[in-house]
């Protein structure tokens, strides 16, 4: 798996982490508390391998997974992050098509025997919580069905409902 990290902002006790993924040109975020043992983990797609080992440094557990949307290269990290920590998982229900596609069959890799499943649906819901703290949940359809925008502190973690540099300017 491919995959750089960069620190990209620190904000109060906590800190907010790019781990950026050369293959499909995606970016996961994780926010851990500082000196804390939480993390919460945004897309974790393809660089799941680069996240895991710099949770282990840092000593951290993954409490929470949030997916703005459920295409491979924003998901495939789940089954990783489940068997390592467990950690609760939120996404739209709008994409709960997309979590049961073998997308291995259309040349991503993709587990087709791993489980994607999510925990928490975000549907109706307007924030979501974690020990470090909460996100506003605003749905942004487009790219999915149930592609949503999560902000926190003036960062909007959008997913592919924003491109730069590519599709969609």
């Not at 907010?16 to 508390?33: G, K, M, Q, S, V």
Request: charged letters at 15%.
């Amino acid at each position: 798996m491919s995959g750089d990290t960069s620190e990209i902002a620190t904000y109060g006790t906590l800190n907010l982490y790019c781990f950026h993924d050369t293959i499909a040109d995606e970016n996961c975020y994780l926010l851990a508390a500082k000196g804390g043992e939480s993390a919460c983990v945004i897309d974790p797609g393809f660089q799941t391998d680069a996240v895991l080992a710099w949770l282990q440094d840092m000593h951290c557990r993954t409490e929470l997974v949030a997916l703005t949307h459920a295409h491979p290269d924003h998901c495939f990290g789940i089954p990783q992050l489940r068997q390592a920590h467990d950690p609760r998982i939120a996404y739209h229900s709008g994409d709960l098509p997309l979590l049961d596609i073998d997308w291995s069959a259309r040349g991503f890799p993709w587990n087709p025997a791993a489980s994607y499943e999510a925990t928490e649906d975000l549907a109706a819901r307007s924030s979501l919580e974690w020990s470090g703290g909460s996100f506003t949940v605003l749905p942004t359809p487009g790219h999915t069905p149930g592609s949503v925008t999560y902000e926190w502190n003036g960062w909007a973690f959008t997913g592919d409902t924003l491109f730069r540099r590519s599709v969609g300017n």
